[in-house]
Structures are given as structure tokens and as C-alpha cells.
């Protein structure tokens, strides 16, 4: 049992050192890849068997692999980086907080890994209610566009990316992985942040999306998350006004307007990807996933050779 625990944590300590990210004891154990286990104690008596043995290695309690002592402070750095990427995302959500039918925001990708560089842009994952992504997404757009805040062209820093949106009745996103095991989306899942989510969509996100579990047994969910956007005085008025006139048929019309507008906006070879049926694009009634660099194969392909140079 101990080798097996032994090589799980190879296992994880080896995908976050793709992104130079060393973690803490208690990380290892929340984000402990394919092992379960319901002993902490038992996470720090290996851990330090490990470090004793030199498989691994230890500074300012932070656990990582052997000769790569330089990703603790990288890490460091790019907590600070993170951090002031989610105070800028906050802001941007009170923006668009008014959007109808728009019911949680989640941070995803660099900022809510804490692995945001000074260049990085702020990857948002919106949920809207159910048939209206593409009026969402309308609307958080040019909301987004007017006050400065989207990203356009090469201006990526700090700004908001809106490259996926859900529906509420399309919470599960296990059809959407890339490869049987993706790692990466599976870590992605686990890592999202909610920063706007009066109805705690949250803990209905994890719930549906469960399946991670049988990659990450202990990793806790549904726990909601401090320091979110409130809803206002103004915005739930907003758009339960507009959510009851644009509700039924005539909302119906809107979405398919809203959906042949920005498809018509869509660049060439977003298009080809989607008739390519290509995971990273994902245009639907549904879902709207715009990842044209989807790196998750690669990342899953470096995962598998670095972990065949760990030896128990």
C-alpha cells in the first residue's frame, strides 16, 4: 500500500511540475492522483519518508521534485500575480453582473491554478440559464468590450477572456474531455474558482461533475468559496425584469439571433474546428468552449514521460 501511495504522489507532484507549481502536504493529499486515502498523518509520514529517501524535496513547506528548487519561488511570485488578476476579475464580474440570465462566474485556467504570469489574461467560466449561453455571452461581451476589459487582438494582459460558456442544464462536462484520462481538464475542474454566484452553482458544478472524483478521491467538494461579488441592489431587479420578458418563445427568438450574430462573427477557422467536431471548440444550444489552443494532449503526453524518470 505504501508504494502505491508513494507512486501516486510521484504521480501528482510530477503533472504540477509541468507548471513549475510545487504544492503543500495538505494539497498533495486534496489533489492526490488516483489513490485514496482517509489518513492525513499517513500523507505526512510517507511524505517524509520520501524526502528521507530523496525522491522528493522539501522548502518552506512546500513539496516538489528532486532539482527543482526553483519553482518554490516561482510559485511565490505567481500566488502575488494571481491574486491581483482575481481582485481585476472581481471588478469585471460587478460589471456584468446585470447580464439576464447570467447565474455564476467561475475563474479558471492560469489565475485560479495561482500559475498567472504578468502577461496572463483572466480566463472566465460562465454559467447562464438554461437556452440562453448565447444571450449571456452577447451581452457579457459588449459590456465587457465597452468599459475596456475584454480581451482584442494582442491586448491579453489582464484582461477578461470568454472563452467557456454552460447552461444550467449543462453542468457535467465529463463528455467534453479530450482523451479518456485528461488530466489536465480533470486538475481544471478541480482548480475553478467562483468569484459571482448568488444561487451557489458551485456546489451544483461539483456535484455534476463527480466523476472527477474517481480521479481525485480526496478532494473535497462542494465547499463554497469566500470574498465572492454580491448581487447588488440594482442588478437582481435588472434582470428579473428582463428574464421574465425574454423568457418562453420570444426569448427563444433572441437566443437564435443572439447564436446566428456571433457565429457569423466567428473567425474561419473556428468554424473549420467545430465541422472537424475538434474537442477544443464546442459550439452548441448548450455549451460554448473556445479553447484554440487546447494543449490537453500535450500536456497529458509530457505527464506520462515524466513520470516513466520517477523510479519508487
Known sequence: MEESLKR????????????????????VWYFLYEYECKDFNEILDVLKKMEAGKLLQEKFSYFYL?????????????????????????????????????RAIFVCNTV???????????????????????????????????????TYGSRNRDKICLSFFVDDDNLNLEKLKAIPE???????????????????YYKRFMSANYWIKNYLPNLPTGAGC?????????????KK?????WQGVYGDLLEKQAHEIQMQKMKLSVKEKVDL????????????????NDTRESVYNIWKDKIKTLAV
Not at 69 to 96: D, G, P, Q
Not at 186 to 196: L, V
Open 66 to 102: 528532486p532539482d527543482r528548487e526553483e519553482i518554490v519561488e516561482n510559485r511565490r511570485a505567481n500566488l502575488v500575480t494571481s491574486e491581483l488578476k482575481l481582485k481585476k476579475a472581481r471588478r469585471a464580474a460587478k460589471f456584468v453582473r446585470c447580464v439576464p440570465f447570467l
Open 226 to 238: 469566500l470574498n465572492l461579488v454580491g448581487s447588488g441592489k440594482i442588478a437582481p431587479i435588472w
Open 277 to 292: 467536431k475538434d474537442s477544443a471548440i464546442v459550439l452548441n444550444d448548450g455549451v460554448i468552449k473556445l479553447h484554440e
Open 8 to 27: 501516486s504522489i510521484l504521480n501528482t507532484l510530477a503533472y504540477f511540475d509541468i507548471n513549475s507549481y510545487p504544492l503543500t502536504a495538505m494539497e
Open 182 to 200: 485528461d488530466i489536465h481538464f480533470i486538475y481544471w475542474i478541480a482548480q475553478m474558482t467562483p468569484i459571482y454566484d448568488p444561487r451557489n
Open 112 to 150: 485560479a491554478s495561482g500559475t498567472a504570469q504578468d502577461a496572463s489574461d483572466i480566463d472566465f467560466f460562465i454559467i447562464a440559464g438554461s437556452r440562453r449561453v448565447w444571450l449571456v455571452r452577447f451581452f457579457t461581451n459588449i459590456i465587457l468590450r465597452l468599459f475596456g476589459l475584454r
Open 241 to 245: 425584469v428582463w428574464e421574465t420578458i
